[in-house]
């Protein structure tokens, strides 16, 4: 069948594929060790699933409008004033079939056939087949780990052409897990209000934060940079709610209306149900966050001694989500030969950094239990010590 061009520029979704092969691997019953997921191993909260069933019984189960509920639109916009001093207002929001799609929302909405959008690399696999989808030109800017992977003022000024629409910001990452300072996120601030232009935000990792890290939204930075500023997030990291498909996008009125015409035309509302879960997750205790966090950073911890233990790896210790992004190259191979053999061979599932537009790197999720993280590493060991 002859489809549609758009098509034809797109890479499918690697993380996911990987995920899939390993899932199946596993159904046949091999002994395998998967670092490559990423959503937390954690149930839902409790006290989210029973709000959500009481919404069920009350009847909750109806088309409702398709920029969310109003009382949890008006819990988003207060989470951003209290949690990241933004003043937004319930108008402020729309509520989305996950963060993946407050992003492909904002695409449309704000991408113009040729714009160019700046992504710095290591960068999240979707953002630059969601900017070509909108005809946009994704720029990438490459970032090492000399550098932490973070993208510099200098850096992002000279990627800014007349035609630049937007800068994607991506703090904590996905897939280093570096965190941008408060200072570097000021420093951002400035060099996009200077040239005038948009940056979004994607802070759906914000709550997951080690080591006394802090998250500071590059909307609060001034009046200014808030102008310029939307913030995308979601509820499946923070909550672990990832099959649920609850995000939101928040910025100015018109854009959000724009995004509410798209979503009435391709998906309607977002479960209605499912909306009184994450009203619950907002309002609701928030020491389960504290509960997970407390797990990841010991693994976190585990994980890194391993692999900077390891001849021929080395890796960033990160501030930040649950990602770990060790240095490959003195091996010799390419991230997708490492990580074709690795699990061929050890049965060890990692995502190859050619998907995040890092060939020299790895991606490991420690969203796993210890024991499997202290084999994988073993693992990882002999197989690196049979290549160097
Ligand atoms: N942004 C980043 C950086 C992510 O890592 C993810 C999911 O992996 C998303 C957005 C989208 O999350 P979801 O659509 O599950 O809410």
């Given at each position: 069948m002859?489809?549609a061009?758009?098509?034809?520029q797109?890479s499918?979704s690697?993380?996911?594929?990987?995920d899939?092969k390993?899932?199946?691997?596993?159904?046949?019953?091999?002994?395998?060790?998967?670092?490559?997921?990423g959503?937390?191993?954690f149930p839902t909260?409790d006290h989210?699933?029973k709000?959500?069933?009481a919404?069920?019984?009350?009847?909750?189960?109806k088309?409702?409008?398709?920029?969310?509920?109003?009382k949890?639109r008006?819990?988003?916009?207060?989470?951003?004033?209290?949690?990241?001093?933004?003043?937004?207002?319930?108008?402020?929001?729309?509520?989305?079939n996950?963060?993946?799609?407050?992003?492909?929302?904002?695409?449309?909405a704000?991408?113009n056939?040729?714009?160019?959008?700046?992504?710095?690399a290591?960068y999240w696999?979707?953002?630059p087949?969601?900017v070509?989808?909108?005809?946009?030109?994704?720029v990438?800017?490459?970032?090492?780990?000399?550098?932490?992977?973070k993208?510099t003022?200098?850096?992002?000024?000279?990627?800014i052409?007349?035609?630049?629409?937007?800068?994607?910001?991506?703090?904590?990452?996905?897939p280093t897990?570096?965190?941008?300072?408060p200072d570097?996120?000021?420093?951002?601030?400035?060099?996009?209000?200077?040239?005038?232009?948009?940056?979004?935000?994607?802070?759906i990792?914000?709550?997951?934060?080690?080591?006394?890290?802090?998250h500071?939204s590059i909307?609060?930075?001034?009046?200014e940079?808030f102008?310029?500023t939307?913030?995308?997030?979601?509820f499946?990291k923070?909550?672990?709610?990832?099959g649920?498909?609850?995000?939101?996008?928040?910025?100015p009125?018109?854009?959000?209306?724009?995004?509410?015409?798209?979503?009435?035309?391709?998906?309607?509302?977002?479960?209605?149900f499912?909306?009184?879960?994450?009203?619950?997750?907002?309002?609701?205790?928030?020491?389960c966050?504290?509960?997970?966090?407390?797990?990841?950073?010991?693994?976190?911890q585990?994980?890194?001694?391993?692999?900077?233990?390891?001849?021929?790896l080395?890796?960033?210790?990160p501030?930040?989500?649950?990602?770990?992004?060790?240095?490959?190259?003195?091996?010799?191979?390419?991230?997708?030969?490492?990580c074709?053999?690795?699990?061929?061979e050890?049965?060890v599932?990692?995502?190859?950094?050619?998907?995040?537009?890092?060939?020299?790197?790895?991606?490991?999720?420690?969203a796993?239990?210890?024991k499997?993280?202290e084999?994988?590493?073993?693992?990882?060991?002999?197989?690196?010590?049979?290549?160097?």
């Open positions: 002859k489809l061009a758009r098509v034809g797109l499918p690697l993380t996911l594929t990987i899939a390993a899932k199946a691997m596993k159904a046949e019953g091999q002994d395998v060790c998967n670092f490559s997921v959503e937390p191993d909260p989210i699933c709000a959500t069933e919404a069920l019984e009350a009847g909750k189960t088309y409702g409008p398709v920029a969310g509920e109003p949890l008006q819990a988003i916009a207060q989470k951003l004033q209290k949690d990241n001093n933004l003043c937004y207002a319930a108008e402020n929001i729309i509520v989305t996950g963060g993946k799609h407050s992003l492909y929302n904002l695409m449309m704000l991408i056939p040729g714009d160019e959008v700046i992504i710095p290591p696999v979707s953002y087949e969601m070509k989808l909108a005809a946009g030109i994704p990438i800017v490459q970032t090492d780990d000399v550098n932490q992977f993208i003022p200098e850096q992002l000024q000279q990627a052409t007349p035609k630049t629409r937007l800068f994607v910001l991506n703090s904590p990452s996905n897990g570096v965190v941008y300072t570097e996120i000021r420093a951002l601030a400035q060099v996009v209000v200077d040239n005038d232009i948009y940056v979004v935000s994607d802070e990792y914000e709550k997951l934060l080690y080591d006394g890290a802090t500071l909307g609060a930075v001034s009046p940079a102008d310029r939307i913030v995308s997030s979601g499946a923070a909550y672990s709610m990832t649920w498909r609850i995000g939101y996008l928040a910025g009125v018109d854009l959000i209306k724009a995004c509410s015409t798209i979503q009435g035309h391709s998906t309607s509302n977002v479960c209605t499912a909306q009184y879960g994450a009203i619950a997750g907002l309002e609701g205790p928030q020491d966050i504290q509960e997970m966090l407390s797990a990841f950073a010991e693994r976190r585990f994980m890194l001694d391993a692999i900077n233990s390891i001849p021929g080395s890796c960033v210790k501030d930040g989500a649950f990602y770990l992004m060790p240095n490959i190259q003195k091996t010799g191979m390419n991230s997708l030969d490492f074709q053999a690795l699990l061929e050890y049965q599932v990692m995502v190859p950094g050619i998907a995040f537009g890092a060939d020299g790197f790895v991606r490991i999720s420690y796993a239990d210890l499997t993280i084999k994988g590493m073993e693992r990882l060991d002999k197989f690196v010590r049979s290549r160097i």
